[in-house]
Every structure is written in C-alpha cells, then in structure tokens.
C-alpha cells in the first residue's frame, strides 16, 4: 500500500500544465510551490501493481521534466 | 510514563510525505511558499480580515498575517512585508493559531480547595491573589513574595510587574525564563561592550561571506533565518560552517561540520584567537583605537550549592599579556582537549582571518546554557574584535533568542532581579531615574538584587519565599535538577499563582490558576533577536474569562492599594503602558520608537532616531549616538572601548566518568515550542512529534544492542528515566553522547538534569552532565 512524495520539475513555463495533470489523476495529491518552478506530489496506492500503473501514467505527461522521489512508505490500510 | 498517541496511520503518513516534500523543496529553494499550504482550511468564499502581527513562537520575530472571520483566527500566512521573514513560516508558525483553540483552553479560574480545583470568578481569584500577597508580606516580609514571568511575556505584561514588584512592592524578587537561555547572553554583551543585545541586525545575512554556527543547530531552531542563509549559498556562494557536538539537519545542510568534546569550545575559540595573531591577521588599527584587554577570576565554581555567590574581578592586562596566555591554546594543544582536529581549528581561524571575507557568527543555547557560558560569549566577541570584523553590514557576531519577547521584556524592559528597564537596582542614579517614571518613593526600589531563578526555586523550597506568581511559563517542565524544585513548590505553606492558558505541569503545583489570553486574543508588543519591537492588535475575544496577563497585574497592584501608579484604563492600558514605559529609553542609545510608527510597519529597531531604525550600532556611519569622533564607539563603556577577555578552558561541573560514562545533553525540536504546552496541542505538530526520544550514537547502540524504538533508560546522579531509543533518526550524537529533547511532559528529563550554572550569568548548564545508558 505504497504512499510516496515527489519533488516535480516541470519544463519552462508548464507549472501550470503540469499541476492540472497530476491533479486529474485520482491517486495524486498536488501542491504546487507559489513562487518557485516546483511541484510536491504525494501518490497513494493499493497496490504494487496499482503503483506501477500510475508510474507509467507519470511518466507519460509531457510538461514533466523530472520526477524525484523524496519518501516512500508502504503503509497497511486502516 | 509514556503512552502512543492513537492516531490514523494512513493520513498521518500523507501528511509525513508532504511535509518531506515541502523540507526538502524548502532546501534545495530556499524562500519557497506553498499559498495552498498556507491557506488550507480556509472556507470557500470567506471573507478574511488579515491582520499583521510577530509570530507567538520563536525569537527571530517572523512577521505574520493572521486572517478572522466572525470572531474566529482561520488562517495564517508569512508577511511578504516584513523583512525578518520576506513572507516565510516555518512550520510552527502555519500553525501557530491552532494553538489558540486546543479543547482544554483555560477558561475560568480555578481556585485549590481541599486538595481540587474549583472554579470562581475572576473578581474572586484576583481578590484572594492580592491578600495572600499582602498577608504573605505581612508575616514574613515583602522578599517573601515573587513573580516568575517569561520571554513570552509582552513588554507591557513585563513592565507591569516589574513596576508592581520592585517599584510598588519593593522588592526584587523578579526573575524570568529568560534566566534559562538568554542570561549569558546578556552577560556577555556586558562585558564586552558594558551594553546588551546585538550591534548588527538580520540583514548582515545579505552581506557576509562566512556563517560560523557555534552549538546552533539553526535548521531546527531558527529555520526561517536558516533558509536565507541557504538562500545566499545559492545566490553567492557563502560558506557555512557548523561547529557543534552533535550532527544535526544543519550539519547536514553545512558546507563544513567540525564537531567538539562538550565544553571544549573554551579551548578551540581560544586558539583561532591565538592562530589570528600568530598569522598577523589581527585588525591592529581597530585594536589599537577601540580595545581593552582584561582578564577575570577563574576557578569559580558551578553554583552547586545553595546560597552561592560570586562577583567578577575585572583585571586591565596588556595585548602581550594575552597572547602569552594564549600560548596555551596552540592548535594541537586544543586539539587534544576538543577532538577537533588542527587543520580544522586552522581552517576555522583562515575565514576569520582573511581580510576579505565578511564573517558572521550565530550562536544560541549551545554557548549560553554553558557553565562557562559568558566566557564563552567573550571568546566569540574576541574573535570579532581582534579581526575588526563588528558592527559593520556582514560582519557581525550575532546572539540569535530563542523566545517572542526574551529580548524586548526580559532584557529591555528588565525583569531580571538585577534590572530595572533602564540601568541596574544596584546604581542610585537609575533607582531615582525610574522611581520617578513609576511615581513611587526612591526608597521603595531596594538596592540589592535577591534571587536569580534557580536560586529562586531554591528559595521556595527552602521556606524564603512563600508566595510565587509565575506567567506564561512552565517551570515544572523546564527547571533542571526539577524534582528538587517541584517538592519544594509543593511544600506546606507556599502559595503559587499560574497564569496560563493549557493546563500544565505547573498548573498542577498551583493554589490558585488565573486563565490567561494569548497573543492576539491581546494587545501587545514583542522585541525580536535583532532589536526589532514588533505590535500586534487584539484580532479576537479570549475565551470565557481569560484576561490579559497584563490586566491580571493591574488589577492585582490596584487591589493591593497601588491605584495611583496603575491608574490606566481598560480600553487604552497598553499605548499608556508602552508610552510610559519609552520614557526609561529616551535618547539616541536605546530611543523606542513610537506606537504609531509600530502600528504602521513590520516594527522598528532601536536604537529609533530621528524617524528611523540603528541597523548597526557602534559604527559611526549607522549609529547616531556614536560621538567620539572615530568610525567606531562602543559606548556601553566609559572610554567608549570593547574588552577583549582573556578566558580559559575549564571543564564543565559534571563529566563522565566509569560509573556515569556518557554525556547528556538536552535541547528542542522543530516541531514543538519550548515544552510544547502548545504545539501538542496542534494535531499536525503532535502528530509529527508525538514523544521524546534519546538520540544515541550508531555504534554505542549497535554495541549495545538497541535499534530505534527500543526503551533505553537513562540514569544520572538525580534519578532515571526511561524512553525510547532513536538511531540514525534525525540527529547523531558523538560516540559516548546521548540527546534528549524536552518538550515531552510526560518524560520529564529535566528530572535528571543538574542545576550546575555559569557563575557570571546564572544560567544553567543544560548541555552537559554525566548520565548512564542501559537498554531497558
């Protein structure tokens, strides 16, 4: 049941963009800094292969131009 | 003792990931704000009135902006106005208003009967607190009675009861908090430059080229000012080096950490000074024109024992003088004494010594709560001065608080035994100069000072004092060697007030408990680490009968027949109190700046001449009150001269030895204020910290066999304890070193620490005493 936080780098000029991605993504929760070009993203998943589904679905959005995890916790359900 | 906070795993996780997230973002940019963060929980569509005011933790005096609606504090978030903070928090401050509505707020007074607490009114509490007191000095005398206030005082709150106790009353038995981080601090400006707080100002940041961190683990304790030192690393390349006993998050975020045995920074500061001169790197025009040498006492003790006094010799010695005392601090003798190696005390002395590189040093407790801590602070301000490099932007030794108020009410305003808000009881001349403010008989204010705090608490437990009103602190939680003191408070015939706003352990030793309002729900102003003097309005109502602090005294002095000297009004008794109070500090070395000016911006710093703030004090160019004719004065001494003190290594009160082999020291976290009475009661704070932990090397734990979570008891000379184990967490002692943090009520390890003090300050040592550590 993994629980992970992100640094994400958006490209030049695609904060924006990039927040509205990830905030469209059901396991996301996005907090993106207000003046720096940086996103925090914290993920939450079921499951392994939930996770490595939502891994491919980041890697897929455009206006990422780096993704650095931070922390993962692999947390059971209450 | 200890029980695990029952919380929602998964969320409390989340939360953890995020607030990873926004650390390490808050590293790697430094100045970075997350609005959303800032404004989470605010309801859709609300209409905030965001009101200015300091933060109510820390003493590097944030500014904040406070959003209410409907009588309620919602929201808060950094003034982007204020130039201590440029619109930051750190995490105490986003949640600092939480504090205000934790479920169990004291809202009515509570008055011990028969052993429990019964309610009463106000009118009642307030009437019974006045005739103890005056049946107090009646049948054992007006030094029977005392008041224990706080850093976290407002000036008016600290103004009121020194005019009450020392002006009124007539007596000294007025002490603060303050004695237990900032005293040496004071002590040491006095002795260096005869005048207290810092000659430079938040902005050397922006201008020097070094930062030396002497035992300030500031990533943790003043994170705010910690990000705009990272800011400058990225923007020009600063260095910064920590110079401490443990690593810490700002070891970990220096671009140097040297670590020291504890207590041997006596020895590795004295040999940068000798390292200075013998590489010729001295200022010899500054030193020249703007130095004494000195030299004091030695051997003095640790105050161990009850009734200790000690009073300085101040000896005028020549510059050839100390530096034949200095030979005794090469770089390899100190490096035998401090485990710190010679190349690294010489590339210590190289940024000092490198006529073009502006250093600034920060320190905070590890100095100060030292047993030889103002001789520390004099060995720091030597470094400074024999280099020049003071009072000018970038160059600065720079006395970092850790409370709202320790400077603006403790050593501003003076409550202190020894201090009255302009000058010492012991001088005529500054008796007479505030018996007239106060409108009391010279008489009244007595010319010896009584108690300092320790000795204070000695005094109750011994049966000298009988009556002790404590505000805004939590002595039972942060005295040393507390059993001693907690007895003694609860001993028959005392009779203890506690002003507060949670209940606390010190609650529980008090006869009667007047609920107190909090920063806001008051009018008030705070003095910040760089002499800042920040206002804040009453935002919204206290809750049920809580009061002022500073209406407490006043109604108080009023029923013990003082009308006259408090004749202010309800609606106006701050600006009347602040507007009397500027009149102790007329004149161009300590003018206030008027409430107006206050009210207007993100406060002021006094020196406040002629419509404007003294950034630098000493220096000509910044400094009006200056008149010599040089580029600098330091005008706290008559020949406008600092002194340079010559002061040895002496080790500290207790050391490990075979029976009790490590070292303990204790200290904060960033998550909690002081004794966390009211970050616990912030879910997300709590939640983040919820227990205290001893921190233990990596191989004393390997060898024996505790990993993290384990329960390890400590035992020193006063008792045990027993908590559990952190290993390779957040902060790694040396080897044959344990950290304890105290915010932790409910593992008290002020229990076992030792009231040794620095003879000069009175400040207790905190930081060293010899403990024994076995798995449980």
């Not at chain 1, 780098?9 to 993504?25: N, Q, S, T, Y």
């Not at chain 2, 905030?48 to 409907?70: H, I, M, Q, S, Y």
Request: aromatic share 10%; proline share 6%; with cysteine.
């Amino acid at each position: 049941m993994p629980i992970k936080s992100y640094l994400v780098h958006p490209h030049d000029g695609k904060k924006e963009v990039l927040a509205h991605a990830l905030a469209a993504i059901t396991e996301c929760e996005v907090l993106p800094a207000e003046n720096k070009d940086v996103i925090v993203l914290v993920t939450e998943t079921d499951t392994k292969i939930e996770e490595e589904i939502l891994k491919e679905k980041l890697e897929a959005i455009p206006s990422i131009k780096l993704l650095a995890m931070v922390s993962g916790f692999d947390a059971p359900k209450n | 003792m200890y029980q695990s906070v029952q919380t929602n795993r998964r969320s409390f996780i989340k939360k953890m990931a995020m607030l990873s997230a926004m650390t390490a973002a808050a590293s790697m940019f430094p100045g970075i704000l997350f609005a959303e963060e800032q404004e989470r929980g605010i309801p859709e569509g609300a209409n905030l009135d965001w009101k200015k005011t300091p933060c109510r933790f820390c003493g590097v005096g944030c500014g904040v902006l406070v959003g209410t609606e409907n009588g309620k504090a919602i929201a808060v978030k950094g003034d982007p106005k204020s130039p201590v903070n440029k619109g930051l928090c750190c995490v105490k401050g986003y949640h600092s208003i939480l504090a205000l509505y934790g479920k169990d707020r004291l809202t009515k007074p509570l008055v011990k009967k028969n052993g429990t607490y019964v309610e009463t009114s106000m009118k009642e509490a307030l009437d019974l607190v006045a005739s103890k007191m005056q049946e107090t000095i009646k049948d054992h005398g007006k030094d029977a009675v005392s008041i224990y206030g706080s850093g976290q005082w407002t000036i008016p709150d600290g103004y009121a009861a020194s005019k009450l106790f020392k002006g009124c009353i007539g007596t000294n038995n007025v002490e603060a908090n303050a004695r237990l981080c900032m005293a040496t601090a004071v002590t040491g400006f006095l002795t260096s430059f005869g005048i207290d707080e810092p000659m430079g100002c938040y902005e050397d940041i922006d201008h020097a080229d070094t930062f030396v961190l002497w035992g300030n683990n500031m990533a943790e304790m003043h994170p705010v000012l910690f990000s705009r030192l990272l800011d400058q690393r990225l923007k020009r390349g600063v260095k910064i080096i920590d110079f401490a006993t443990r690593t810490t998050r700002t070891s970990m975020a220096a671009d140097k950490s040297i670590l020291f045995n504890p207590q041997s920074d006596l020895a590795v500061g004295n040999a940068i000074c000798y390292e200075i001169i013998k590489n010729g790197w001295t200022n010899d025009q500054f030193i020249e024109a703007h130095c004494n040498f000195n030299k004091g006492l030695t051997n003095m003790g640790y105050g161990l024992e009850d009734n200790y006094k000690f009073t300085d010799k101040p000896e005028k010695i020549s510059f050839e003088d100390y530096k034949n005392f200095l030979e005794d601090y090469t770089p390899e003798k100190a490096s035998k004494i401090s485990g710190v190696s010679v190349k690294d005390i010489k590339y210590l002395a190289t940024h000092f010594g490198d006529p073009n590189k502006k250093v600034m040093s920060f320190w905070c407790m590890g100095p100060n709560q030292h047993s030889r801590g103002t001789w520390m602070n004099n060995i720091i301000y030597n470094i400074h001065l024999l280099t020049g490099k003071i009072s000018e932007p970038g160059n600065s030794p720079f006395s970092l608080t850790g409370q709202p108020s320790a400077c603006g009410t403790v050593r501003e305003v003076g409550t202190l035994t020894h201090k009255l808000p302009h000058g010492v009881v012991m001088n005529k001349e500054h008796r007479e100069f505030a018996a007239k403010i106060w409108d009391v008989p010279v008489e009244n204010i007595s010319p010896k000072p009584t108690y300092h705090t320790v000795e204070m608490f000695r005094a109750l437990d011994r049966g000298d004092i009988r009556f002790m009103w404590i505000q805004v602190t939590n002595p039972m939680v942060t005295m040393p060697k507390l059993k001693r003191y907690r007895d003694g408070a609860k001993k028959e015939g005392r009779f203890i007030v506690v002003s507060d706003i949670y209940p606390t352990p010190t609650t529980d030793i008090a006869d009667v408990i007047l609920p107190s309002a909090m920063w806001i729900e008051r009018e008030g102003m705070y003095g910040n680490s760089e002499r800042r003097t920040q206002y804040f309005e009453q935002m919204i109502d206290p809750p049920g009968e809580a009061m002022s602090d500073t209406w407490q005294l006043i109604e108080v002095a009023k029923r013990m027949g003082f009308e006259k000297q408090f004749h202010y009004k309800e609606e106006t008794h701050i600006s009347e109190i602040y507007n009397e109070y500027r009149r102790h500090h007329e004149g161009k070395k300590h003018n206030m700046a008027p409430l107006e000016v206050l009210k207007s911006q993100p406060g002021a710093m006094w020196p406040y001449v002629d419509g404007k703030s003294t950034q630098w004090r000493f220096n000509a160019k910044y400094d009006p009150a200056c008149s010599n004719g040089k580029d600098f004065h330091f005008y706290g001494k008559k020949d406008g001269k600092a002194v340079i003190w010559q002061r040895p290594y002496e080790p500290a009160a207790e050391e490990p030895d075979a029976e009790y082999p490590y070292w303990l020291c204790t200290g904060r976290v960033v998550e909690h204020w002081h004794t966390g009475s009211m970050t616990r009661r912030i879910p997300v704070l709590h939640q983040a910290m919820p227990h205290a932990y001893v921190e233990l090397n990596p191989g004393d734990a390997k060898r024996m066999q505790i990993r993290t979570g384990d329960m390890v008891k400590l035992t020193t000379r006063r008792g045990s304890i027993t908590m559990p184990a952190s290993v390779n967490e957040r902060g790694v002692p040396a080897p044959m070193q344990v950290f304890v943090p105290f915010f932790d009520e409910n593992m008290l390890i002020n229990d076992i620490t030792l009231d040794s003090f620095c003879p000069i300050s009175k400040e207790p040592d905190y930081k060293k005493c010899a403990v024994k550590v076995e798995k449980a």
